[in-house]
T-cell receptor, first 116, second 115 residues
Framework: GAGVSQSPSNKVTEKGKDVELRCDPI?????LYWYRQRLGQGLEFLIY????????KSGLPSDRFSAERTGESVSTLTIQRTQQEDSAVYLC??????????????FGPGTRLLVL | AQSVTQPDIHITVSEGASLELRCNYS??????LFWYVQSPGQGLQLLLK??????LVQGIKGFEAEFKRSQSSFNLRKPSVHWSDAAEYFC?????????????FGPGTSLSVIP
C-alpha cells in the first residue's frame, strides 16, 4: 500500500511569504506527527495529532507556525511570514494508533524548504 | 520528561568491520526504545524497537540492539558493516504522557563506511 506522502518535495520561497506543507498519512493511521530537521541536525518535534485534534503543540517554535488536520487524514503545516531560520526539511510521520502502546512511526520523504 | 543522547556525532568504519552506535536515555520508568535509519535521499525507517521482554532485540538489515537498564543504554550493533549501511542513525525514546505516547529523537550519529 501507499506510504506517507508529502508535498511539495522542495519549496523555495522569499522571506516574509507564507508557505503550506502537506502530508498524506497512511490510510487508517490515526496519529500524525510533524518534525523539523535542520541541516546536519536531529529531528525536532513540532506537533502531534490524534485524529483531528492536536493534544501536543509544544514543539511549534512560534505563533507563525500552525497546523491542522481534517477528516483524520491530510494535514497541513503552515508557516507564516517565513524567516531564513525556517529553512529545513519538514518531516511528517503517521502511526496506527496511540492507544495500547507506542506504535512504529512511518515517515514521509519530507519537504525541503529554503527561505531566501 | 524523557531525553536521549547519542554521544558520537560521526563514526567511520571499514566495510566488514563491526559496529556499535551508542544511545543513552533518561526516563523514570521502563522506556520504549527505537532505532531509526535515514539513508541518503530516503525517509526514516525503523530498524528495531524494544518495549519489553528479551533485552536483546533483533532488527532488519542484520542489526541488533541491547537494552541495559543499569546503564540506561540501548546500543545498536552490527557484526559486519556493508557499504550500504552508510546513513544517519537516530535513537528514540518514548513514554506515556497523560493520554498519549510521546517519542523523543536523539541528535543522530552519522555513519561513514570505508571500502
Amino acid at each position: 500500500g501507499a506510504g506517507v506522502s508529502q508535498s511539495p518535495s522542495n519549496k523555495v520561497t522569499e522571506k516574509g511569504k507564507d508557505v503550506e506543507l502537506r502530508c498524506d498519512p497512511i490510510s487508517g493511521h490515526t496519529a500524525l506527527y510533524w518534525y523539523r530537521q535542520r541541516l546536519g541536525q536531529g529531528l525536532e518535534f513540532l506537533i502531534y495529532f490524534q485524529g483531528n485534534s492536536a493534544p501536543d503543540k509544544s514543539g511549534l517554535p512560534s505563533d507563525r507556525f500552525s497546523a491542522e488536520r481534517t477528516g483524520e487524514s491530510v494535514s497541513t503545516l503552515t508557516i507564516q511570514r517565513t524567516q531564513q531560520e525556517d529553512s529545513a526539511v519538514y518531516l511528517c510521520a503517521s502511526s496506527l494508533s496511540i492507544s495500547g502502546g507506542l506504535e512504529t512511526q512511518y515517515f514521509g520523504p519530507g519537504t525541503r524548504l529554503l527561505v531566501l | 520528561a524523557q531525553s536521549v543522547t547519542q554521544p558520537d556525532i560521526h563514526i567511520t568504519v571499514s566495510e566488514g568491520a563491526s559496529l556499535e552506535l551508542r544511545c543513552n536515555y533518561s526516563y523514570g520508568a521502563t522506556p520504549y526504545l527505537f532505532w531509526y535509519v535515514q539513508s541518503p535521499g530516503q525517509g526514516l525507517q525503523l530498524l528495531l524497537k524494544y518495549f519489553s521482554g528479551d533485552t536483546l532485540v533483533q532488527g532488519i538489515k542484520g542489526f541488533e540492539a541491547e537494552f541495559k537498564r543499569s546503564q540506561s543504554s540501548f546500543n545498536l550493533r552490527k557484526p559486519s558493516v556493508h557499504w550500504s549501511d552508510a546513513a544517519e542513525y537516530f535513537c528514540a525514546v518514548g513514554a506515556r504522557e497523560t493520554s498519549y505516547d510521546k517519542v523523543i529523537f536523539g541528535p543522530g550519529t552519522s555513519l561513514s563506511v570505508i571500502p
